[in-house]
């Protein structure tokens, strides 16, 4: 009986064991990915004020203000 117990237990810890490095793999995972979604979230920033300021400059070379203004 004890043997079978201790197949059991043996069992239980391998599976625990296997699980706890799963679980440690896919923190390490998700934490690259959260460095990689900050890193492209600042890039996209950088981007879209780029482009508003091009379409800010755009729009005021073609808008000349009108001569009694100059």
């Keep these: 009986m004890t043997t079978l117990h201790d197949a059991r237990l043996e069992k239980l810890e391998t599976q625990i064991a296997f699980l706890e490095r799963t679980v440690d793999e ?3 995972v998700v934490v690259e990915q959260s460095k990689q979604l900050s890193k492209l979230q600042a890039q996209m920033r950088k981007v879209s004020d780029a482009m508003d300021m091009q379409e800010l400059e755009r729009i ?10 100059q």
């Design 26 to 28: 896919l923190n390490a």
């Design 60 to 69: 005021r070379a073609t808008n000349s203000k009108p001569p009694h203004y």
